[in-house]
């Protein structure tokens, strides 16, 4: 087997798996914005949140 056989094979390999992370991140962003309206109308969740981030909101 040549060298590029070789390569041609361990791309198609490693492809599925690059498409399925790329698929979790998509959907994790996706709930994020999808919940971000709710959780901005109670203050206090703001407040946990920036604290989760390292901010303090008085």
Known sequence: ???I???NNDQK???????S???IWLGMVLLA???????VRNS???RQI???C???LN
């Open 1 to 3: 087997m040549t060298q």
């Open 5 to 7: 056989d070789q390569q």
């Open 13 to 19: 390999l490693v492809r599925p798996a690059d498409r």
């Open 21 to 23: 992370v790329w698929l």
């Open 33 to 39: 914005v999808a919940i971000l309206p709710f959780a």
């Open 44 to 46: 206090e969740t703001v």
């Open 50 to 52: 920036a604290a989760m």
């Open 54 to 56: 390292g901010f303090t």
